[in-house]
């Protein structure tokens, strides 16, 4: 059963940080690229950040290039997601999602129908 699960999310003040973890089961790995995606109440799923195979290459959309890293072991099956300077507009819940073609890469555009499965989501409340 190909399994994707978040966790990491919390309530955090304005220009705190968080790592977000993804762990994965059921496929191999590092044949696929990962991504994070996010989705705020009321608002339509935006790319995060996205990750290669080997983890050689990495994609940041918009707001994230400069205070995001994502990174990858694949000797445990897990991508994570480091956000710095956390503001009120980043609260949503939080998506990792596995690119659906082995060996594809991160696409540019990020296209939420390129990835499957998708996790449940972890959520991120940024408060003061």
């Known amino acids: 059963q190909l399994t994707l699960e978040e966790s990491g999310g919390n309530l955090v003040e304005p220009g705190g940080s968080l790592r977000l973890s993804c762990a994965a089961s059921g496929f191999t790995f590092d044949d696929y690229a990962i991504a994070w995606f996010r989705q705020a109440a009321g608002k339509e799923r935006e790319e995060v950040a996205c990750?290669?195979?080997?983890?050689?290459?990495?994609t940041y959309f918009d707001s994230f290039r400069g205070r995001a890293t994502i990174s990858r072991d694949n000797a445990k099956n897990m991508v994570f997601l480091r956000i710095n300077n956390l503001k009120y507009e980043d609260t949503a819940v939080y998506y990792c999602?596995?690119?659906?073609?082995?060996?594809?890469?991160?696409?540019?555009?990020?296209?939420?129908?390129?990835?499957?499965?998708w996790g449940q989501g972890t959520q991120i409340t940024v408060f003061s």
């Open positions: 990750i290669s195979e080997r983890g050689l290459s990495t």
């Open positions: 999602a596995r690119r659906s073609e082995r060996f594809s890469g991160c696409p540019d555009p990020q296209q939420p129908n390129l990835f499957a499965p």
